[in-house]
Nanobody, 116 residues
Framework: QVQLVESGGGLVQPGGSLRLSCAAS????????MNWYRQAPGKERELVAA????????NYRDSVRGRFTISRDNAKATVYLHMNRLKPEDTAVYYC?????????WGQGTQVTVSS
């Protein structure tokens, strides 16, 4: 069955770094655009970063551009989110999403907490 399993979340001090990973299985990974979303308490889920099927194209929300980097390894069916210079406002549950027209898959989420 389809699975997206996130890992790498945790507690980090402001200014620190984390790398999130999302391992995919059960579908043709290279046929899907891959996204990272996040949801903070009391807020709507928001798109953080996106990478195209080949990895050639990426997009970021303004608040993370220049600090976060999304990448993928199609041979390993894994997508990554490198997060640098983390801020308290980055605190959220981060979700991996696989998307193509009329078809979406979601992971269970991983908590990222930025606090001193």
């Amino acid at each position: 069955q389809v699975q997206l399993v996130e890992s790498g979340g945790g507690l980090v001090q402001p200014g620190g770094s984390l790398r999130l990973s999302c391992a995919a299985s059960g579908f043709t990974f290279s046929s899907y655009g891959m996204n990272w979303y996040r949801q903070a308490p009391g807020k709507e889920r928001e798109l953080v970063a996106a990478v195209s099927r080949t990895g050639a194209s990426t997009n970021y929300r303004d608040s993370v551009r220049g600090r976060f980097t999304i990448s993928r390894d199609n041979a390993k069916a894994t997508v990554y989110l490198h997060m640098n210079r983390l801020k308290p406002e980055d605190t959220a549950v981060y979700y991996c999403n696989a998307h193509r027209t009329h078809d979406d898959h979601w992971g269970q989420g991983t908590q990222v907490t930025v606090s001193s």
